[in-house]
């Protein structure tokens, strides 16, 4: 079977990671601009002031996916970029830079994905009680509605909200990232709740304003667990453990029941008592919003054994597993049983909303990027992707994190996810091996996945023009085109 025709072969990216702050172009400040200016908090006093300045170099930016050859392009819109103060206002300079991307995109053949919220959560806002107010539903459902009425003429496939176990959990409750706070129990509940109904009030506002017909989903991280084996104890214990709420953040369960069962897990609302979220029949009725596809964004996962105890054990991976330098460890199970499992539950087709790595990548002494580690990981996961197409799971789309090397949040620009590596001090991009390589699976449709022998396969790459240089003198160049 392998992937369909009309499958589509993506790359995405997030508004505060690559365009630099709002703030630059008549926008207002985010909860990460507050974030980034707090002693200690980032990676080397790092922020997202400048990052790939993917505002002013947009145009170039979408003709490296044109030369990627993506057929569909995933970002987020900053909400503050939009509107300053978080509801009223309208930035029409920040407004018009979106309708400039997407109608680019277009004119590249690219289909736009638009996520409405990756993070960026306006500071005007959060000074108003945030996620907490409970009001912060319909603010959302505000911006969205300038969104929509702006682009849905030409945008047809939405994400409302990117891993609320992120901005809630290392947000909220451990505050490690933006904005920070250290909240109890009881808050941090309240304000997944409302980011809930928040999801609920941007799908039926999408409904109600999209110009066209349109596919809306959500995207929240993809806990994600496999088998040690596939005996058939290994994999109820699996299933089982795929949707427990052990941890009442970081878990499958709190963040999908509702939206497709319209409802928490029991056990969940026992085990936390008091502390569980107050909520009423018509709210749940709102979160449970009909969706589209269910997107989910995964790295990596644990295994699992059977122990006699429902869910299992989760085991140590063994010592000096392959990991990256996120330390996640590589473990292309996890792709084809999250997809699998997701599908057996929900019944809902699956977009893979984000996958890729965390690699040490710079310009080699050629000129180029060899980034072999990144094709390699790349190869397994969507084999295993395949693997679960083949079993029967509909799966519509696939987005690699990420198209460009960017601003890591709270790792600052240790790390490097892109097919593209970004000089910070020039904004020079070059095209990785990965994005060649990639180029070369989508010419085929996934065809070329089979043909990997761990060579370099980054086919018919274009010269870049860089000078190498060992100790200031120039010793290589490649061709020019």
């Known amino acids: 079977m392998a992937f369909q025709n009309g499958f589509q072969w993506g790359a995405a990216t997030a508004s505060y990671q690559i365009e630099g702050s709002a703030r630059r172009a008549g926008g207002g400040e985010s909860v990460w601009d507050m974030f980034c200016l707090r002693e200690g908090k980032t990676s080397e006093g790092d922020s997202g002031e400048i990052a790939c300045d993917h505002y002013n170099r947009y145009a170039e930016d979408v003709d490296l996916m044109r030369e990627i050859g993506l057929q569909a392009y995933r970002f987020s819109i900053s909400w503050p970029r939009v509107l300053p103060e978080g509801v009223g206002r309208i930035n029409a300079a920040g407004l018009g830079f979106y309708d400039k991307l997407v109608d680019r995109l277009l004119s590249a053949g690219i289909t736009p994905w638009v996520t409405l919220f990756h993070w ?79 999801h609920g009030r941007a799908v039926q506002a999408i409904r109600a304003l999209s110009k066209q017909p349109c596919m809306i989903g959500y995207a929240p991280v993809g806990v994600g667990y496999y088998p040690e084996n596939d005996t058939r104890e290994n994999i109820q214990a699996t299933r089982e453990r795929m949707f427990m709420v052990d941890h009442m953040i970081w878990n499958n369960a709190w963040w999908l029941d509702p939206m497709f069962f319209g409802k928490y897990p029991e056990e969940t609302l026992t085990t ?50 392959g990991r990256t330098m996120y330390h996640w460890t590589v473990s292309p199970k996890a792709m084809y049983w999250l997809a699998k499992l ?14 890729g790595m965390a690699n040490a990548d ?73 994005a060649y390589w990639y180029r070369n699976v989508i010419r085929t449709n996934g065809a070329s996945l089979h043909q990997f022998d761990g060579q370099d396969t980054s086919l018919h790459r274009r010269p870049v023009h860089v000078t190498a240089k060992m100790n200031g003198v120039a010793i290589a160049e490649p061709a020019a085109v």
Not at 405 to 415: I, L, V
């Open 362 to 434: 710079w310009i080699a002494l050629d000129g180029y990027v060899h980034d072999g580690p990144r094709i390699d990981f790349l190869n397994r996961y969507l084999l295993e992707l395949e693997r679960a197409v083949d079993d029967g799971v509909p799966i519509l789309a696939y987005f690699h994190w990420s198209l460009l090397d960017n601003f890591e949040w709270n790792e600052g620009y240790r790390f490097r996810f892109g097919l593209t590596y970004v000089d910070y001090e020039t904004q020079e991009r070059t095209l990785k091996d990965s």
């Open 272 to 321: 936390l008592g008091k502390n569980a979220p107050k909520f009423t029949d018509d709210e749940m009725a709102l979160i449970s919003q009909p969706l589209d596809f269910i997107g989910a964004n995964l790295y990596h996962g644990l295994p699992v054994r059977a122990n006699g105890k429902f869910g299992g054990e989760v085991l140590r991976q063994p010592q000096g597993i």
């Open 342 to 355: 997701y599908y057996e539950r929900y019944r809902m087709p699956i977009v893979i909303t984000e996958n």
């Open 120 to 198: 960026d959560y306006p500071a005007d806002l959060y000074r108003r009680g945030g996620w907490l107010n409970a009001e912060s539903p319909r603010w959302f459902e505000e911006y969205t509605s300038v969104i929509v009425d702006r682009l849905s003429d030409r945008v047809a496939h939405w994400v409302t909200l990117n891993e609320p176990q992120c901005f809630i959990g290392l947000g909220h409750e451990l505050g490690i990232q933006a904005p920070g706070d250290r909240l109890g129990q009881r808050e941090v509940m309240v304000a997944a709740h409302n980011a809930n109904l928040a």
